[in-house]
C-alpha cells in the first residue's frame, strides 16, 4: 500500500521485480490507469481499514492476495486488517493501532515496564494557563497520532509551553491533519523531556521474534525546541554492551505492543539510567533513509527484505554489509517557495557520497518543523567507516545551497 505522498514507491515496486513477484500498487487516490491494469492498481479508503480489507477480500476472489506490506504509520493499521481478513502474515490490528498512536502505546509499555518518558494525555480544552503551572520541566508536547516528528517541541517554562501548544493547537485544527488524526486530533502528549544520546533501530520481527537489521547514531543532539533529524549513521558507535540493551529494551516494547511479524523502526535514547524507548512504529524507516541499507553478498534492499517476509519466502540473509553507511536528511532552511537547488554536482562530487536526491520541486513551498515533515533531499554517503561517513555527508551539504522566495 503506497500513499501518493510516500517517497517509497520505487523502491517497492523494484524490489518486487528483483524478486519476480507480481505487485499490486494499492494507493488512495484513483488511478486513471487502473481500468487498464486491474491486477495491478487498486484505489483503498486508508481511513477506513475494515472496508479497506472487504475490497481486498473481494479484489482477491479474482486476484489471489499472498502478503500485504504498509509503509507508514496508517497502511500499517490497513495492513493489519488485510491480513487478518485474508489470513495473510502480519500484525494484529490491536498492535499495529498502539504503534501508531503514541498515547496507547504508551499505556501498553507502562504495563510492561519498559522505561519511557513520565507521561499525561491532555485535552486541547484544558485551560493551557493553568496546566502552564502543574507540569514538570523541562517537558515535551506531542500530537498523538502524527509522525516525522511534526508537533514534536520541547518547553522550558510556562511560557514556552503555552506558546508551544498554541502551535499544536493549530496544526491539528488543519483540515487534513485533523481528518487524519480522528479522535485524537484535540488530544496531545505531555512527556518529561528524556536527555541522553539517541539511536534509531531498525528491526524485522518474525513469529514474534526481533530481528536487528541496524542500529543507527545520530550525531546531531536532538535537545530541542523542535526535533527536526538530520544525519543517521551506520554502524553504531555504542558499545557493545550498551547496544545489547538498547535492542533488549526494543524486543520488550515489540512484546508489549503485540507485534508478531514485519518491519519495525524504534526511536530510543541512552543515559545514565539505562536505555528509554522513546517511539515504535510498526513500519519500516521514513523518507528514502532505507537506500543505505543493503544485506548479503548480494547487497539485497530493506524492502525486498520485507516483500519476502511478507510472502513468506526465504530471505538470503539479515546481515548488514561490512562497509559503513549513512543519510542526511537535508535540513528545510526556511520557509518559503523553493526556486532551485543549487550546487548539486558539487555535493555529488564529494569522496564517499554516493547519491543526492532533491525531492522537493520548485515552486513547492517548504514549510519548517515543527509545523513540517517532509525534507527536500536526502544526501547518501558510504566509507569504512561512520566517522569518514559522518564527514562526507557534512561536506557535500555544505556545498549545497537552497533558494527560497
Avoid at 479484489?59 to 489471489?64: C, I, K, L, N, S
Wanted: proline share 8%; net charge negative; hydrophobic share 45%.
Amino acid at each position: 500500500m503506497l500513499p501518493t505522498t510516500t517517497y517509497r514507491t520505487a523502491a517497492f515496486v523494484e524490489a518486487a521485480r528483483q524478486i519476480g513477484v507480481e505487485l499490486t500498487v494499492a494507493s488512495e487516490t484513483p488511478s486513471t490507469l487502473e481500468r487498464s491494469n486491474p491486477a495491478g492498481l487498486l484505489t483503498l479508503d486508508f481511513e477506513q481499514p475494515e472496508r479497506a480489507a472487504d475490497a481486498v477480500r473481494v479484489f482477491a476472489t479474482q486476484y489471489p492476495v499472498n502478503g500485504v506490506v504498509g509503509v507508514d504509520d496508517t497502511t500499517a493499521i490497513v495492513a493489519a486488517a488485510i491480513a487478518t481478513r485474508l489470513a495473510l502474515k502480519g500484525n494484529p490490528v490491536h498492535a499495529a493501532i498502539a504503534a501508531c498512536d503514541k498515547y496507547l502505546q504508551r499505556e501498553l509499555l507502562a504495563k510492561a515496564a519498559v522505561p519511557i518518558p513520565r507521561f499525561l494525555l491532555r485535552s486541547l480544552e484544558d485551560d493551557p494557563a493553568a496546566l502552564a503551572q502543574s507540569i514538570s520541566y523541562p517537558c515535551v508536547l506531542k500530537p498523538v497520532r502524527l509522525s516525522a516528528s511534526r508537533g514534536v517541541m520541547r518547553a522550558d517554562n510556562p511560557q514556552s509551553f503555552r506558546s508551544a501548544r498554541e502551535r499544536l493547537s493549530a496544526i491539528l485544527a488543519e483540515p487534513e491533519t485533523a481528518a487524519a488524526c480522528g479522535d485524537r486530533a484535540r488530544q496531545y502528549l505531555i512527556e518529561e523531556f528524556i536527555p541522553g544520546y539517541e539511536v534509531a533501530l531498525e528491526g524485522l520481527v518474525v513469529n514474534r521474534r526481533l530481528h536487528v537489521l541496524a542500529l543507527f547514531d545520530k550525531p546531531d543532539p536532538l535537545d530541542g525546541p523542535f526535533f527536526e533529524e538530520t544525519i543517521y549513521v551506520t554502524p553504531s558507535s555504542v558499545p557493545a554492551g550498551l547496544q545489547s540493551a538498547i535492542t533488549d529494551c526494543a524486543d520488550r516494547a515489540v512484546r508489549a505492543l503485540g507485534i508478531v511479524d514485519g518491519p519495525v523502526h524504534a526511536e530510543l535514547r541512552y543515559n545514565e539510567r539505562g536505555p528509554w524507548l522513546i517511539e515504535l512504529a510498526a513500519r519500516p524507516i521514513g523518507g528514502r533513509c532505507s537506500a543505505v541499507l543493503r544485506f548479503g553478498d548480494r547487497a539485497i534492499s530493506l524492502e525486498e527484505i520485507i516483500v519476502r517476509h511478507a510472502l513468506g519466502m526465504p530471505i538470503p540473509s539479515l546481515q548488514r554489509e561490512r562497509q559503513a553507511a549513512g543519510v542526511m536528511m537535508i535540513p528545510i532552511p526556511g520557509a518559503g517557495v523553493l526556486r532551485e537547488v543549487q550546487g548539486i554536482e558539487a555535493a555529488k562530487a564529494v569522496p564517499l557520497i554516493e547519491d543526492v536526491q532533491i525531492t522537493a520541486h520548485p515552486g513547492e513551498r517548504l514549510v519548517p518543523f515543527p509545523e513540517g515533515s517532509r525534507y527536500p533531499g536526502f544526501i547518501f554517503a558510504r566509507g569504512e567507516t561512520p566517522a569518514v561517513v559522518e564527514t562526507a555527508l557534512r561536506e557535500a551539504h555544505s556545498r549545497l545551497k537552497l533558494v527560497i522566495a
